[in-house]
T-cell receptor, first 112, second 115 residues
Framework: DTEVTQTPKHLVMGMTNKKSLKCEQH?????MYWYKQKAKKPPELMFV???????INESVPSRFSPECPNSSLLNLHLHALQPEDSALYLC???????????FGPGTRLTVL | AQSVSQHNHHVILSEAASLELGCNYS??????LFWYVQYPGQHLQLLLK??????LVKGIKGFEAEFIKSKFSFNLRKPSVQWSDTAEYFC?????????????FGSGTRLSIRP
């Protein structure tokens, strides 16, 4: 299984809602990542987890809260988002380090 | 700090034409280099990567890239493109041996192939 899965595929939420994005991989990878991608732009790194510990936080606002419950799962909890947070949120994983990342299909988030 | 430049924002070619997409990076040390592709409606996939060794690397679907250290470049090439190569192409760089390193993506090049 060389897949990274993400749920939901699409999410529409209001600015007062609380929602979560989920990511799962069963490749035994020990590094997992969250990226944000706006239309026609490259992915921007948000968070990196290494061995289930947060190793990089790219100065992301606290309304985004990552969580890594175990080595296969990565969540992104959303609260009080702004319309400018609307984007495609990508999850990725790798063995450890940046040698090759496997990307999920993303969750397309719209904040109203 | 490392950075990546892709100078071609949108490239339009006819089928069977040859392709070269430019990628330049800035970083004084040793780097890992990647090309990722994002087909319409699909997720990012690795096309090829360079870590060390032969500077000419071959990837999937007939793509290749050449690392020229003196020019800080890692251009992507394909001798004859197909309509199915229509996609967004991202060059990426990661500084090796740096505890604070991360992967940086270029701004992307949109490739449109006319049938």
């Amino acid at each position: 299984d060389t897949e990274v899965t993400q749920t939901p595929k699409h999410l529409v939420m209001g600015m007062t809602n609380k929602k979560s994005l989920k990511c799962e991989q069963h490749m035994g990878h020990r590094a997992m990542y969250w990226y944000k991608q706006k239309a026609k732009k490259p992915p921007e790194l948000m968070f990196v987890y290494s061995y289930e510990k947060l190793s990089i936080n790219e100065s992301v606002p606290s309304r985004f809260s990552p969580e890594c419950p175990n080595s296969s799962l990565l969540n992104l909890h959303l609260h009080a988002l702004q319309p400018e947070d609307s984007a495609l949120y990508l999850c990725a994983s790798s063995q450890l380090g940046w040698e090759r990342q496997f990307f999920g299909p993303g969750t397309r988030l719209t904040v109203l | 700090a490392q950075s990546v430049s892709q100078h071609n924002h949108h490239v339009i070619l006819s089928e069977a034409a040859s392709l070269e997409l430019g990628c330049n990076y800035s970083y004084g040390g040793t780097v890992n280099l990647f090309w990722y592709v994002q087909y319409p409606g699909q997720h990012l996939q690795l096309l090829l990567k360079y870590f060390s060794g032969d500077p000419l690397v071959k990837g999937i679907k007939g793509f290749e890239a050449e690392f020229i250290k003196s020019k800080f470049s890692f251009n992507l090439r394909k001798p004859s493109v197909q309509w199915s190569d229509t996609a967004e192409y991202f060059c990426a760089v990661n500084a090796r041996h740096s505890s604070a390193s991360k992967i940086i993506f270029g701004s992307g090049t949109r490739l449109s192939i006319r049938p």
